[in-house]
């Protein structure tokens, strides 16, 4: 019986490792067809928003049906748990990297600021980056790597305010920039919540590696918003 539940554990885990693939490709194609004001790319990818949802639901439904009928033990059952928590934060991010595209068919054709989409452009980078190293960390069982990327949510964190700054110098510098500046606002608070959910996702590592479950970062701290 314990068998059939580790077979079907692992096709759950290679389902899990699949939708984070991606939600990873999803990140990088939103953010791409923001930076290049490209509709038609964004367009695509809302046209196929039903994806990752769908993904999600089947992983839920497999890992919920896992448990109910194979009673596993205690330390099959946090891996299991792990999967499902896991997989509503790889969603959530996919609704993230949505809402990048959504906006790039909203914003206008008004000026632009290069160097904020510089920094998008490299919050983009680092968050997939991260994204791919916390999917390695669970399939590795890596406590280690998994806290090394939570970790690394502070550079996210200081690229959102960098860019804040930016965006309000460029307007005051250029009030024509307004319009495109309010979808930067968006898009970098939407990277930087990406960050906080693979800061999650290292969380759930964790807790599927050691059955600890802690913040990985100060709860306490406020971010500037």
Do not use: C
Not at 74 to 103: C, P, Q, W, Y
Not at 188 to 213: F, P
């Amino acid at each position: 019986m314990h068998e059939i539940f580790l077979d079907e554990l692992k096709k759950l885990n290679t389902q899990f490792m699949e939708m984070g693939v991606l939600v990873n490709d999803e990140i990088d194609h939103a953010t791409r067809a923001f930076v290049a004001h490209d509709k038609k790319r964004a367009q695509s990818i809302v046209d196929d928003e039903e994806k990752i949802p769908h993904e999600s639901l089947d992983i839920q439904k497999k890992a919920l049906k896992l448990m109910a009928l194979q009673q596993p033990v205690a330390t099959d059952f946090r891996v299991v748990i792990s999967i499902l928590k896991a997989t509503t934060d790889l969603e959530r991010i996919g609704e993230n990297a949505m809402s990048i595209a959504l906006e790039t068919i909203r914003v206008k054709g008004n000026p632009r600021i290069p160097d904020v989409e510089e920094i998008i452009s490299n919050m983009t980078h680092n968050v997939r980056h991260m994204l791919i190293q916390v999917l390695t960390a669970y399939v590795q069982d890596d406590e280690k790597m998994a806290k090394d990327v939570a970790s690394r949510d502070a550079a996210i964190d200081e690229d959102y305010v960098k860019a804040r700054k930016l965006i309000v110098d460029g307007i005051e510098n250029d009030p024509s920039a307004a319009v495109a500046s309010s979808s930067y606002f968006v898009v970098t608070r939407l990277l930087e919540r990406i960050g906080d959910h693979i800061v999650n996702l290292a969380m759930w590592v964790v807790y599927k590696t050691t059955g600890e479950l802690n913040e990985l970062t100060n709860a306490t701290e406020e971010k500037t918003i």
